[in-house]
T-cell receptor, first 115, second 112 residues
Framework: GAGVSQSPSNKVTEKGKDVELRCDPI?????LYWYRQSLGQGLEFLIY????????KSGLPSDRFSAERTGGSVSTLTIQRTQQEDSAVYLC?????????????FGPGTRLLVL | GENVEQHPSTLSVQEGDSAVIKCTYS??????FPWYKQELGKRPQLIID?????GEKKDQRIAVTLNKTAKHFSLHITETQPEDSAVYFC???????????FGSGTRLSIRP
């Protein structure tokens, strides 16, 4: 079946502009995660959703970052007033459910470049 | 807060030799330890995982060991092949929370 998809695959924006990144999880997966990966670096946890609620927002770097999930499916990560340090690959992952630590399946990522 | 340390950051081995990557974790309540492989420009993919109720798990050329007392776990790849070249990430989490903490990654290169 279809895997996790993300759009756009690449985004170039100017400093100060807002951007929206979209994630479509695997159908039926109730848990959804956002990570950030800077060039040559590891995976930085941002936020996760169980259904439409976000029990853990501790990884969001600043109040310029927000995320929402509607209908227990698609999620949008919004970055307001982008800064150059926001440039990174933003990865989304989904898993069937939490609690039993089911495998996380990653999307291809959105490569964001802030000029 | 929770932390996962991973060593080495880079590793180069001769094709056919073994590779070992080690990780330590700080949260003693962690009970799930996945390993991900990320090839250049691609998404991370799970290659093996282990839960705290076992000390070792093997899948063909890949094995993972866990020492809960010492809070460390390791990935072992035997008979390495060129396609094993990638960045490998360890991670740790607890079943009561979904947050998975990743190590900083190991870039593995296989020399022909």
């Amino acid at each position: 079946g279809a895997g996790v998809s993300q759009s756009p695959s690449n985004k170039v924006t100017e400093k100060g502009k807002d951007v929206e990144l979209r994630c479509d999880p695997i159908s039926g997966h109730t848990a959804l995660y956002w990570y950030r990966q800077s060039l040559g670096q590891g995976l930085e946890f941002l936020i996760y959703f169980q259904g439409n609620s976000a029990p853990d927002k501790s990884g969001l770097p600043s109040d310029r970052f927000s995320a929402e999930r509607t209908g227990g499916s698609v999620s949008t990560l919004t970055i307001q007033r982008t800064q150059q340090e926001d440039s990174a690959v933003y990865l989304c992952a989904s898993s069937p459910r939490t609690g039993r630590q089911e495998t996380q399946y990653f999307g291809p990522g959105t490569r964001l470049l802030v000029l | 807060g929770e932390n996962v340390e991973q060593h080495p950051s880079t590793l180069s081995v001769q094709e056919g030799d073994s590779a070992v990557i080690k990780c330590t974790y700080s949260d003693s309540a962690s009970n799930y330890f996945p390993w991900y492989k990320q090839e250049l420009g691609k998404r991370p993919q799970l290659i093996i995982d282990i839960r705290s109720n076992v000390g070792e798990k093997k899948d063909q050329r890949i094995a993972v060991t866990l020492n809960k007392t010492a809070k460390h776990f390791s990935l072992h790849i035997t008979e390495t092949q060129p396609e094993d070249s990638a960045v490998y990430f360890c991670a740790a989490s607890r079943s009561s929370a979904s947050k998975i903490i990743f190590g900083s990654g190991t870039r593995l290169s296989i020399r022909p």
